[in-house]
């Protein structure tokens, strides 16, 4: 089984395909919406975005010989960041925008992207899993709007910051299509749409003519569309991040793990600390792995799949000629694009929550969710036949307890944090990138007063509470699902699913 290098850490299920010109073609690996989701997983939520990425050089040790131990970091610094993926990442390269005499360190378990940023679905979307209503209720309409707002801007300055630094990552802003393929679901659809315009949110209903011209699936009875979505390749966003950080002067440091964070530094497994005014985490599903944050959300995996290359033929019947991402308006979350290199890159939610939160690589592949994920494609556009599905692979993401993603710094201590992006993070995080670099240097604008800047979510429940809850909550939606396939009525389960997850 090879790790496609295209995407991150997905499981070849077939023979390798052809390599592409831009390298080898192989998929991806992880959620949250699902779109912008998964989750978590590679080319997807969330919540399957992306082209190939050149492989990486050639280790300078040889067969045989151990890897080098990785550089020590150092032990001092103006502001260190726990976590290598693009919450840390836009932090570091906003820090040094505002101000390029800071010393930034980016401490990185594993490597940069290993979590969700390197595995999601590759949708950078003004989704937002709080809406407009419940922020209006906790703040005001008027800060509500300025969010929608703002995440507008925010995939739009995606796209720009990639072209400023030169970072090909596929950056396409073609919108996002979610499909209405029963009663129920383009009664919610249309309910959505009614919705969205009191807040500006520009989604608009498209009848299934209009549909199914965008992309011909099955059983179609009309889609709403949001033109503010872009698709990229975010394995090749993190790395092409990751070398603009560094070069304007950022030490990021791999294969160091943090085993806990304290007013003033961070301490290092096996020893050691970095010392600093202004301590950032940055560590998303992860974060229950710290002392003291075991119940500040919980890491819920979205998985995907990807198929071979397709054909201009094969294209042509199934539509997506702007690069539109997709989902449908079912209760379980999935989501797709179609890749640089012209695959099908598909996932969503399904995967079980692990008793106290515990994340194992072998969580990442979910036999039977990768089946479902191949079943589900195929039923959604069944003109793809017998096409090859060549990869698979997965990854968790963090959920707050009231699915409200939040960032913040405290002055007093200097600590700072964001994230629980529940899937919606590959624009998200640059947000909270921009948002923690004035929390940090002290400029007080605009996205500072943002509804979510400070926001602190009760915890979850202790177990075994909490994994009968977010297993239960996941079995309602299936449920939901099934009831809604049966009678062609909303579900009411719906409203006892939306109890649950407290929003």
Sequence with gaps: MSIPLWWDQGEQEGPPAASSADGPSSPPPAPAHAKGESAPPPPAPAHAKGESAPPPPAPAHTKGESAP?????????????????????????????????????????????????????????????????????????????????????????????????????????????????????????????????????????????EATERLAASRVEGATFTPHCARVQPRRLVDGLAATVRSQGVQVVEGVRVRAIEPGRALLEG???????????????????????????????????????????????????????????????IYGQRT???????????????????????????????????????????????????????????????????????????????????????AGTNLAGRTLADLVTGRDSPITQLPWVGHRSRRWEPEPARWVGVNAGLRLAHAADREEARTGRPARIGTLLAALTGH
């Excluded at 150092?74 to 925008?97: E, N, Q």
């Excluded at 801007?153 to 209405?180: M, N, P, Y």
């Excluded at 944050?293 to 199934?318: C, F, G, K, N």
């Design 271 to 333: 020893g050691g600390q970095v010392a600093a005014k202004h301590v950032i985490r940055a560590t998303e599903a992860w974060t229950p792995t710290l002392p003291g944050q075991r119940r500040t959300v919980a890491p819920v995996y979205s998985l995907m799949v990807a198929t071979e290359p397709l054909t201009e033929a094969q294209w042509a019947r199934i539509g997506l000629a702007e690069r539109e991402v997709f989902s449908d308006h079912r209760h379980v979350i």
């Design 69 to 209: 131990p990785p550089p020590a970091p150092p032990t001092r610094a103006d502001v260190v960041i726990v976590g290598g993926g693009f919450t840390g990442l836009w932090t570091a390269h906003y820090l040094l925008l505002a101000d390029p005499g800071l010393d930034v360190v980016v401490l990185e378990a594993e490597h940069v992207g290993f979590g969700a940023s390197g595995r999601n679905g590759g949708w950078v979307s003004a989704l937002w899993p709080v809406g407009p209503e419940a922020l209006a209720r906790r703040r005001g309409a008027a800060a509500a709007r300025a969010m929608v707002a703002e995440l507008q801007h925010t995939v739009d300055e995606v796209g720009r910051a990639t072209e400023s630094a030169a970072i090909d990552c596929g950056f396409r802003k073609g919108g996002a299509i979610a499909l209405a393929r029963s009663s129920a679901q383009a009664i919610r659809a249309r309910s959505e749409v009614e919705h969205a315009e009191q807040w500006g949110l520009g989604t608009r209903w498209l009848d299934a003519a």
């Design 340 to 426: 640089v290199d012209d695959r099908l890159a598909f996932g969503g939610r399904g995967a079980p929550y692990h008793f106290r939160s515990r994340i194992k690589p072998e969580f990442d592949h979910e036999a039977t969710v990768f089946a479902d994920l191949r079943a589900t494609l195929t039923d959604l556009l069944p003109q793809l036949g017998d096409v090859a599905f060549t990869h698979a692979w997965g990854g968790p993401l963090g959920i707050a307890r009231d699915w409200h993603p939040s960032v913040g710094h405290d002055p007093a201590t200097g600590l700072g944090w964001a994230g629980g992006y529940v899937g919606d993070g590959v």
